[in-house]
């Protein structure tokens, strides 16, 4: 039987568990705090970040990384971009020797301009082959809920994202296999800030053309900048692309959506912050790693550079609107 681990037991990470479990793999996830992982054993609920949710009775939960680790085929990598440096530099030395090792996480590190993968193969000091990653459609409580989804497992060792393919199929999880890692984790990075955006034009009382418009001009964006480094166009006009734009950019459960949402109505970072209540908006501190790396492959991304404006230089979401729509006109 394979057997995975989960690091970080946030949203995301225990509804992956949860997935893994009904696929009928042994995992255990690991939480930071020991109640989370008692709550988990004994109550079958995870009540921080899926409260209401019954976690299968096959879930094992511990806070102790070493005994997490102990044989595990499929290492999961399920903690926030900006923190995977740090935690992977405390895990590394426990990881097997021929581990695959699966990023959730979907964002570019700061400073570093890396993408996930590439940190992993980095810290961990493992072959890229060995690194695989999942992104697509998947707002974590609909799948906690058993709602049907899609979602793509890239590796550049098929047979490794293969593995991971039967290791998390469900009767309400699909998961598609593809040799594309960069388009998919770009595709993961970039809808973020995308759905930033889509919340701020939102936030001020725009309706579903503006959406429409920001959610097909983030993928043309996305696409260049996916291109530019490597990846493919098919790629993120599939699930990882234009499937999990369309599902964030539009959904109240989203995160960076609703965001985005509270700066359009007004609200400062810090508030907007203040009111995610402990969970992640990848896009806020993306939107700038992104466009950092466009700038350095000199990749025009005016829908990111606006976003990162708003978050960060104190642009009004009203004035944003007004510079891109005076923006040159050209053809599509
Ligand atoms: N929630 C979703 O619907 C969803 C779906 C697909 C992908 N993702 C991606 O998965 C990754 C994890 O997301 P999530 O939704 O599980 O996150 P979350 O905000 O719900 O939880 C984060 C988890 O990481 C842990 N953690 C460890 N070190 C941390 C640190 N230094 N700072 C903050 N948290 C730390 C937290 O304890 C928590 O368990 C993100 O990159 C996110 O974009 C999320
Ligand atoms: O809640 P968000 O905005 O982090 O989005 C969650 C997932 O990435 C959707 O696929």
Request: glycine share 10%.
């Amino acid at each position: 039987m394979t057997k995975a681990v989960v690091l970080g037991a946030g949203s995301w990470g225990t509804t992956f568990a949860k997935v893994l479990a009904d696929a009928g793999t042994d995992v255990t996830l690991w939480t930071r705090r020991s109640e989370v992982a008692d709550a988990i054993v004994t109550r079958h609920e995870n009540p921080d970040y899926l409260p209401g949710i019954t976690l299968p009775a096959a879930l094992s939960a511990t806070a102790d990384h070493q005994k997490a680790l102990d044989g595990a085929d499929i290492v999961v990598l399920a903690v926030p971009s900006q923190s995977l440096r740090g935690n992977l530099e405390r895990w590394a030395g426990a990881i097997g020797a021929d581990a695959t090792l699966l990023s959730l996480a979907k964002g570019i590190e700061s400073v570093t301009l890396l993408r996930m993968s590439e940190v992993i193969s980095q810290v961990a000091a493992v072959d890229p082959s060995r690194v695989a990653v999942l992104s697509g459609p998947n707002l974590a409580r609909e799948i906690a809920l058993e709602q049907p989804t899609a979602t793509v497992v890239a590796c550049t060792d098929e047979a490794r994202a293969m593995a991971i393919q039967k290791s998390c199929a469900t009767g309400y999880f699909r998961p598609y296999t593809n040799t594309d890692v960069i388009g998919c984790e770009i595709g993961g990075a970039c809808k973020n800030v995308i759905a930033l955006a889509c919340g701020m034009a939102s936030g001020i009382g725009l309706g579903e053309n503006t959406i429409a418009t920001l959610i097909t001009r983030g993928l043309a964006e996305t696409i260049r900048l996916g291109v530019a480094l490597g990846g493919k166009a098919p790629t993120l006009a599939g699930l990882a692309g234009v499937g999990d734009l369309v599902a964030t950019c539009n959904s109240p459960l989203s995160r960076n959506r609703s965001f985005g949402e509270r700066l359009g109505l007004g609200d400062s970072l810090e508030s907007a912050q203040a009111a995610t209540n402990g969970q992640v908006a990848e896009g806020v501190k993306s939107c700038t790693s992104v466009r950092a790396l466009a700038a350095a492959h000199g990749v025009e991304m005016p829908l990111t550079d606006a976003v990162h404006q708003v978050c960060h230089e104190g642009l009004a979401v009203r004035d944003a609107v007004g510079i891109l729509l005076g923006r040159r006109v050209k053809p599509e």
